[in-house]
Nanobody
Framework: QVHVVESGGGLVQAVGSLRRSCSVS????????MFWFRQAPGKEREFVAG???????TTEDSVKDRFSIARDTSANTAFLKMNSLSEDDTAVYYC???????????????WGKGTLVTVSS
């Protein structure tokens, strides 16, 4: 059975930082790309970052100066580091597994439940 579990969400003050983790089990994630998405209230789910099994990564242009993605393949875990957070970053953040280069939400194979990140001023 496949499990995708996120951790590290919560409340953070503006200009602060937060590190999210995503662990997968039940399959070998090396052959897949791990993604982070987010969905703000009233908005569609959007791509944030993705990283393949061999470490190739891509980050959405709007956040690439503040967000970074990393992966520990041996631990089947991906990380999203978010710096200089603002209220605009408040959203539910989801981890997902799919196959690059397709990074549309509809193409994802497995999803985590998502965790709310709230940035307060």
């Amino acid at each position: 059975q496949v499990h995708v579990v996120e951790s590290g969400g919560g409340l953070v003050q503006a200009v602060g930082s937060l590190r999210r983790s995503c662990s997968v089990s039940g399959f070998n994630p090396y052959f897949y790309t791990m993604f982070w998405f987010r969905q703000a209230p009233g908005k569609e789910r959007e791509f944030v970052a993705g990283i393949s099994g061999n470490g190739e990564s891509t980050t959405e242009d709007s956040v690439k100066d503040r967000f970074s993605i990393a992966r520990d393949t041996s631990a089947n875990t991906a990380f999203l580091k978010m710096n200089s957070l603002s209220e605009d970053d408040t959203a539910v953040y989801y981890c997902a597994v799919g196959r690059a280069p397709d990074r549309s939400p509809s193409a994802m194979l497995h999803w985590g439940k998502g965790t709310l990140v709230t940035v307060s001023s």
